[in-house]
């Protein structure tokens, strides 16, 4: 690889990880709601150590194993066949994120869906940022 490869590289990802602090540093302290019925809580966008944290794979809110995690496959809001899923390819209903009173976006692995970003990019650009 030549030399001017190298830096394209380096600026590139120097560039990623910018942006992926700016991602972070918006999303810092959001709380994440389904839009079912019940406007369900699904924790927030903190620290992996918060015990309320989607970051925290201990927590009622960040384990694969809670009904209430969106990192459950097998749970309403991490399965990617449910409505209210943050998984689910084609929801027009997934979890929003709220900061300061306002939705400010949502959790949804729909690329199709503006203002969203997918539970597993937060969990890659965010878990050593908040």
């Not at 839009?35 to 015990?51: A, E, I, M, R, W």
């Not at 970051?55 to 009904?67: F, V």
């Not at 900061?99 to 949502?106: A, Q, S």
Request: net charge negative; aromatic share 12%.
């Amino acid at each position: 690889m030549r030399k001017s490869s190298y830096i394209f590289l380096l600026i590139s990802f120097l560039s990623f990880s910018a942006l992926g602090n700016d991602v972070c540093q918006i999303l810092s302290g959001a709380k994440i709601i389904a839009q079912d019925d019940k406007n369900t809580y699904l924790g927030k966008l903190t620290n992996p150590y918060d015990s309320d944290s989607i970051l925290n794979e201990y927590g009622t809110y960040g384990s694969e194993y809670n009904a209430l995690s969106v990192f459950n496959e097998y749970g309403e809001f991490g399965s990617e066949y449910n409505q209210y899923s943050a998984t689910n390819s084609y929801s027009s209903e997934p979890p929003m994120i709220i900061k300061d009173k306002k939705i400010i976006g949502y959790l949804s692995a729909n690329k199709s869906m503006q203002n969203s970003i997918s539970p597993s990019l937060v969990k890659a650009l965010c878990a050593d940022e908040l």
